[in-house]
């Protein structure tokens, strides 16, 4: 049975991005990715737990595909993880969600740079998406290299296009 990828896409304003949603285009109608705007799917913020639940079960790869806000997800990939991860089904409760992955991809505004012990951020990626990864520690999930695309508004169409075809292979690779 082929790897199947669940992308939760959390993205506020899709609309108005163009970076995620021009990686979301690249991704979109991949065999074994279903692509899940959590926004689209839920616009009064209400999240029908059981089938997000669902759908976590039914996928292999969890991707988090999100803008970095504030040196962490947007504010309703937060509410999925504590509504949607509860104690009894993503963690304490023994190999439900091991042998899945968690994968994230995320952009930010800063250049590369800037993130470091020497730049404006003051620390790595690496070091800031650490609750993420102790986050999958914790329910038993393999935590992949982070695919980080930074300096979101000076990125080149050029760019941005070898960007998502990063992402889309990146995706195949899990297939």
Request: aromatic share 10%; net charge negative; glycine share 6%.
């Amino acid at each position: 049975m082929p790897t199947r990828t669940l992308v939760l896409l959390a993205h506020p304003a899709l609309h108005r991005s163009r970076i995620n949603a021009a990686l979301a285009g690249e991704v979109r109608g991949l065999d074994h990715v279903t692509l899940h705007d959590i926004h689209e799917a839920y616009p009064d913020r209400v999240i029908d737990v059981a089938a997000e639940q669902r759908l976590v079960r039914e996928h292999d790869v969890i991707v988090f595909q999100f803008p970095f806000h504030w040196y962490s997800v947007p504010g309703f990939l937060k509410q999925w993880l504590d509504e949607v991860m509860l104690r009894d089904f993503a963690y304490d409760t023994g190999p439900l969600l091991e042998g899945k992955t968690l994968q994230l991809v995320t952009s930010t505004g800063g250049v590369e740079d800037a993130y470091g012990p020497d730049g404006f951020h003051r620390f790595t990626m690496a070091e800031l998406l650490r609750p993420l990864e102790q986050t999958a520690h914790r329910m038993g999930l393999a935590y992949a290299d982070p695919l980080v695309l930074h300096d979101a508004r000076g990125t080149s169409d050029e760019e941005l296009a070898l960007h998502a075809k990063r992402y889309r292979e990146l995706l195949l690779g899990y297939a």
